[in-house]
T-cell receptor
Framework: GENVEQHPSTLSVQEGDSAVIKCTYS??????FPWYKQELGKGPQLIID?????GEKKDQRIAVTLNKTAKHFSLHITETQPEDSAVYFC????????????FGSGTQLTVLP | DAGVTQSPTHLIKTRGQQVTLRCSPI?????VSWYQQVLGQGPQFIFQ???????GRGNFPDRFSARQFPNYSSELNVNALLLGDSALYLC?????????????FGDGTRLSIL
């Protein structure tokens, strides 16, 4: 089955700096890659996603890049703010009757004021 | 519009008991998926239902079962609870069962087994 590896597991940045989280996936059939932000006591919140026919997608301070050849994708957050502090998860899924998401192990991002 | 709602928010059970968790999807969404999230890990897929039919099952024992109702709400049942079943159970809804439709999560049910 699909395996998604995520690193780093923890990341601390100064407010205003950029943060980058990286994920690799194992199944070349995977074609959908969402990113979720999870705050304490809450469920994961979809923040951005990318499909395999696109190499990059941007939404304000957040961007995601995808390298299908290398089977890795990354989340970039620019101009970080304290409210960006949370656990971030990458995920992957492949075509089929069930859109099963396989998640990475998460990155605890701390933005220091 | 209301997001995905789950009930109850917290639940405490003892080993061997049975539990039922409930989920209401976003209005208009026909697909519901269930995930288990153990503390410090990413969510793991348990089931997906679309139009009241099971579309996928993860690597979980038969103690776990689910169903979807005509109004697209869903229940997850877990029998013969074990200590290892302690986790956050998440429900996600999407507009379709397949395709690249985003899945939106509720805030989960925190299940503690004593």
């Amino acid at each position: 089955g699909e395996n998604v590896e995520q690193h780093p597991s923890t990341l601390s940045v100064q407010e205003g700096d950029s943060a980058v989280i990286k994920c690799t996936y194992s199944d070349s059939a995977s074609n959908y890659f969402p990113w979720y932000k999870q705050e304490l006591g809450k469920g994961p919140q979809l923040i951005i996603d990318i499909r395999s026919n696109v190499g990059e997608k941007k939404d304000q301070r957040i961007a995601v890049t995808l390298n299908k050849t290398a089977k890795h994708f990354s989340l970039h957050i620019t101009e970080t703010q304290p409210e960006d502090s949370a656990v971030y998860f990458c995920a992957a899924s492949k075509p089929g009757s069930a859109r099963q998401l396989t998640f990475g192990s998460g990155t605890q991002l701390t933005v220091l004021p | 519009d209301a997001g995905v709602t789950q009930s109850p928010t917290h639940l405490i059970k003892t080993r061997g008991q049975q539990v039922t968790l409930r989920c209401s999807p976003i209005s208009g969404h026909k697909s519901v998926s269930w995930y288990q999230q153990v503390l410090g890990q990413g969510p793991q897929f348990i089931f997906q239902y679309y139009e009241k039919e099971e579309r996928g099952r993860g690597n979980f024992p038969d103690r776990f079962s689910a169903r979807q109702f005509p109004n697209y709400s869903s229940e997850l049942n877990v029998n013969a609870l074990l200590l290892g079943d302690s986790a956050l159970y998440l429900c996600a809804s999407s507009s379709q069962g397949g395709g690249n439709q985003p899945q939106h999560f509720g805030d989960g049910t925190r299940l503690s087994i004593l």
